[in-house]
């Protein structure tokens, strides 16, 4: 089993900055932040995979930036511009590929990610 935990959480202002991290145990095909905000499902923020590819949600392109430090077996999600609609709970996940060789089947649909952190919370204040 892949073991995952948050950190970086926090509160922060409108426009402000958050990296969060994530130590991870075993590498993955595919690593990624999700977040959980009110009234919203759980949705993709940023994925990275082993062969360096990188996507992100549309919400947070330009102001969101996930690398993954395989030395230090730890993932970051560096949160700029922050904007009070990206308050909400941050996870960490980790899965392998599928047979096609993606980490989801759409951006929003289905994904192959089966660890999971326990969550970090971020607040923005406008």
């Known amino acids: 089993h892949v073991q995952l935990v948050e950190s970086g959480g926090g509160s922060v202002q409108a426009e402000g900055s958050l990296m969060l991290s994530c130590g991870y145990t075993h590498n993955s095909n595919c690593m990624g932040w999700f977040r959980q905000i009110t009234g919203k499902e759980r949705e993709r923020v940023a994925v990275?995979?082993?062969?360096?590819?990188?996507t992100y949600a549309d919400s947070v392109k330009g102001r969101f930036a996930i690398s993954l430090d395989n030395a230090k077996n730890t993932l970051h999600l560096q949160m700029n511009s922050l904007k009070p609609e990206d308050t909400g709970i941050y996870y960490c996940a980790a899965g392998a590929h599928y047979s096609s060789g993606a980490c989801y089947l759409s951006w929003r649909g289905p994904d192959n990610f089966e660890y999971w952190g326990r969550g970090t919370q971020v607040t923005v204040s406008s």
């Open positions: 990275i995979e082993d062969d360096g590819t990188i």
